[in-house]
């Protein structure tokens, strides 16, 4: 009875092994099985199988979302266990939620300062981790004394754990800087990659993104309290003493960034952009300083690091490649930069769709700088129907940047494609919008696209049509005549406002009614009248171009009533007869009625829940007042002159200037070059994150300006003492594997041992080869046959070295592998056969000349090997069995 929990115990365990055996891993991730009680019963279980089991579904839960920081005083009793994968899984919890549970942790530290010193380096390095992230500056001296451990660790990835770890020390503790700082730097030089990978990513951190808010007390630690540069002002003077430590690691960076992992190539790219700003003068400088040579000369040291940046853009990352292109961009001279269109253009076309787009959005500005690199892969840029809207709208903008007189018909005819995808409305009216700044940027297609976008007007696509309004206000607006050119075009959009549901097409359809009443000087009236009785349910800019349509038509017909409008040619009727004239009669039988109109509008206006509406619609009922009075000829005041200028120049469709008489409308186009630069030299650093928002964060900082000159070679020049002592550790064997093909000075310095083979078969001319190694049997020598029989016992006599026969006549051979003697009887005639040409050649090589054959020993010594294992029984047996076989063939 006594047996029978144990038994129990047992079942349940062996239920336990066969469930993890026949069950894959994906059971821990169901929701429905985690249980709060079950999981603390199995982490109190004795046995490691269940706690582990139990470890696994608390991972898996926090994977998923869950919180699993209940359970935390459960699964921390349990790191003084030594299952080294019990361990691994609580340490991995511990640094999940460590934070959170300060004092619990804290309970725990005696285990982790335990497992520093465990032999496994996942432990040492997972205590570590462990310990920093009780981010608690009572036991901030604890963690440092177990980083300064670790930095010294024989295990390349407990160092490595150590550098990262330096990072959540400083966070708790800024004043272990100068501590951590020597730290990082004696791991820059360490002889492994990884872990000078990771000492680049925490420098950077620690002392380029968030440096000492006291610098002039901790900076220059070692030039004394009198050193100048003590109060540093600018971010180039903080950042400055912290790069200058890296002089002597610069050239072992440069060579090392090809082989670290991708997130600490992007980090050493940067840090080493940063250093190069600082103390290398632009290699660009020649152009600025009108051909000063000496300005223009670069360093080596700065080639040699643009070099490993080239050799970058064909990283699998593109994020690497992405970094070295954007540090090109910054440092290499302006001829060098071509190269970076075509692995840019790469990693495009092999990025996934979540990292295109802000693949592409970093692009832009290179793209805009330099777009003669990327004008021919313009078919690149072409859109596809299953990308996302933002991918699109990107493209979009790329091509509108590429366009010029070589592929503008190109262009064109790939933006009237994306105009017939009406299903995506939002795209649509993106594409007509391009071909609006196609139209702009390129003069000589202007009237073609206004045709086009005229016949859109018709579309059953409401978003098409819309866009199609605003995009012909935009390019009538930069028209440098005063005819619109749209003909008939204007009646037809006064019907079509009735059916325009857009706020932005409608107030598009009444600013082009108010710029060109001249062509429609009836229709443009009863514009006002239908907008006037909708104004209180109209969006904000359609009042507010309501407003200014209703003072544009009142004050035309005011002027037209004294004679002082100008009238032109208008649109065309349905019959295709122009437009008559109207005469000043009508304006002024036309204009008590309209100023009617428009003051009810204005009055409305005045108490619009808009602040944009109600300031318009005073300040243009003053401009009303005080031009009716200077027309009416009741005062001559600059007020006056103010309201009857600003009426005659909406009247006229002209522009206003400026004191110098300039357009402000206008977009002049810039050189090239300047472009260049300021697209370069932009707000944000060229793919930071600050340029994706476009606003910075905490940690964003901007690069330092160019230096004024080159600082010496000299200062990057390694010690003779350190390079040896790095050479001697670079070149000291690390295995004893043959793995080691290259390490040629340790090969050489092994001692060549002579072979204990003795007996090996002796070729005494070049038949007795041609006989051991034919199939053919030998000829028998003609020799008497009872005189014969003792030449093959000389040759059993004869010294070592023997021949390969000769050992086979020393005495019966031990079977190996599976073989088994006597049981294949069937192969006995075989074997005789094989035995009588073995004999003929014994006989041969026995016929040798004496001249040949060495110096001959005892028989007994002979016949006896140098070494002869004991054989067993069965074999002994089996021998003896034989013998008298072996015997009677020698006698015959």
Request: one cysteine or more.
């Amino acid at each position: 009875m006594a047996q029978a929990p144990m038994m129990e115990k047992a079942s349940a365990g062996m239920r336990d092994i066969f469930s993890a055996l026949s069950s894959s891993e994906a059971r821990y991730f169901d929701e429905e099985r985690f249980s709060e009680s079950e999981i603390r019963k199995a982490l109190s279980d004795s046995l490691i199988d269940r706690k582990i089991d139990a470890m696994k579904r608390i991972l898996a839960a926090v994977s998923v979302g869950r919180d699993a920081s209940p359970l935390f005083p459960d699964v921390v009793k349990n790191v003084s266990f030594q299952s080294l994968e019990l361990k691994k899984l609580i340490y991995i919890y511990l640094v999940q939620y460590a934070e959170n549970n300060r004092e619990l942790a804290l309970l725990s530290i005696n285990s982790f300062q335990k497992d520093l010193s465990d032999r496994s380096q996942q432990v040492r390095a997972s205590a570590l981790r462990a310990m920093a992230s009780i981010k608690v500056l009572e036991v901030i001296q604890l963690v440092m004394v177990a980083v300064k451990t670790a930095a010294g660790d024989m295990s390349p990835y407990v160092r490595k754990t150590a550098a990262q770890c330096m990072t959540k020390v400083y966070a708790v503790d800024v004043d272990q800087f100068l501590e951590l700082r020597k730290l990082l730097l004696k791991l820059m030089n360490d002889v492994e990659v990884q872990v000078v990978s990771s000492a680049v990513m925490a420098f950077r951190h620690i002392c380029v993104i968030n440096p000492p808010p006291a610098p002039e007390a901790c900076l220059n630690d070692e030039q004394g309290a009198d050193a100048p540069g003590g109060n540093p002002t600018t971010s180039d003077e903080v950042l400055r003493p912290q790069l200058e430590l890296l002089h002597q690691s610069y050239k072992r960076l440069v060579q090392d960034v090809l082989l670290m992992d991708s997130w600490g190539q992007q980090c050493c790219i940067d840090l080493l952009l940063r250093y190069s700003r600082l103390f290398f003068a632009s290699p660009d400088r020649k152009a600025e300083n009108d051909g000063d040579e000496t300005a223009s000369s670069v360093s080596e040291d700065l080639q040699a690091f643009l070099k490993s940046l080239k050799l970058l853009l064909s990283s699998s990352s593109k994020g690497v490649t992405l970094a070295a292109a954007v540090a090109l961009c910054y440092l290499a001279p302006s001829e060098e930069i071509s190269g970076i269109a075509m692995p840019l253009m790469r990693c495009l076309r092999q990025a996934p769709p979540e990292s295109a787009n802000s693949l592409l959005l970093a692009m832009i500005p290179l793209v805009e700088a330099r777009p003669e690199l990327w004008r021919p892969m313009i078919r690149e840029f072409f859109i596809q129907s299953f990308e996302p809207l933002a991918m699109k709208e990107l493209k979009l903008k790329v091509i509108v940047l590429l366009v010029d007189e070589t592929n503008v018909q190109l262009v064109l005819r790939e933006l009237q494609a994306y105009v017939s995808w009406h299903s995506h409305p939002e795209f649509v009216a993106a594409a007509v919008q391009s071909i609006t700044k196609v139209a702009l940027k390129i003069p000589s297609v202007a009237d073609s696209c206004l045709r086009g976008l005229v016949k859109m007007l018709d579309s059953k696509c409401e978003a098409l049509s819309c866009e199609a309004v605003v995009s012909l206000r935009a390019l009538l607006q930069r028209r440098r005549t005063d005819d619109s050119g749209l003909g008939s075009v204007l009646p037809h959009l006064v019907n079509y406002l009735e059916d325009l549901s857009a706020p932005t097409a409608r107030a598009s359809v009444v600013w082009i009614i108010g710029h060109y009443q001249q062509e429609v000087p009836r229709l443009a009236p009863d514009v006002v009248r239908r907008m006037a009785k909708s104004f209180a349910s109209e969006r904000q800019e359609v009042k507010q171009q309501v407003l200014v349509l209703a003072l544009k038509v009142w004050a035309f017909h005011m002027l037209n009533a004294k004679g002082e409008a100008a009238q032109k040619e208008g649109g065309s009727q349905e019959g295709g007869q122009k437009a008559p004239r109207i005469t000043s009669e009508e304006s002024t039988q036309l204009l008590p009625r309209l100023e009617a109109i428009v003051d009810h509008v204005i009055s409305i206006a005045a108490f619009d829940v808009a602040w944009d509406v109600r300031d318009t619609a005073r300040a243009l009922k003053r401009m009303k007042e005080v031009a009716k009075e200077a027309l009416s000829g009741n005062g001559d005041s600059s007020l006056q002159q103010l309201g009857v200028w600003y009426c005659r120049t909406c009247v006229s469709g002209t522009p206003p200037v400026d004191a110098d008489g300039v357009d402000a409308s206008t977009i002049e186009s810039k050189d090239l070059d300047n472009q260049a630069r300021l697209s370069l030299e932009s707000t944000w650093i060229l793919g930071s994150l600050a340029q994706a928002l476009d606003f910075p964060l905490e940690t964003y900082r901007a690069l330092p300006a160019w230096a004024e000159e080159n600082s010496s070679d000299e200062l990057r020049k390694v010690k003779v003492e350190v390079a040896a002592a790095a050479a001697a550790v670079r070149d000291a064997p690390k295995s004893i594997s043959s793995a080691n093909v290259g390490n040629i000075t340790h090969m050489e310095q092994r001692v060549q041992l002579p072979s204990n083979i003795s007996n090996v078969p002796v070729a005494t001319s070049l038949e007795d080869l041609d006989l051991f190694y034919s199939e053919a049997p030998a000829p028998a020598p003609a020799v008497a046959s009872s005189a014969r029989p003792s030449a093959p016992r000389q040759a059993v006599s004869a010294p070592a070295p023997t021949s390969l026969e000769e050992m086979r006549l020393t005495g019966p051979v031990t079977p190996v592998g599976t073989a088994v003697c006597g049981e294949d009887d069937e192969s006995e005639e075989d074997e005789a056969e094989e035995d009588d040409d073995d004999w003929k050649y014994c006989q041969q090589a026995a016929s040798a000349p004496a001249s040949t054959a060495p110096p001959a020993v005892p028989a007994e010594t002979a016949a006896t090997p140098a070494f002869q294992p004991p054989e067993r029984k069965e074999e002994k047996a089996a021998s003896e069995d034989q013998k008298p076989e072996s015997d009677a063939a020698l006698d015959l």
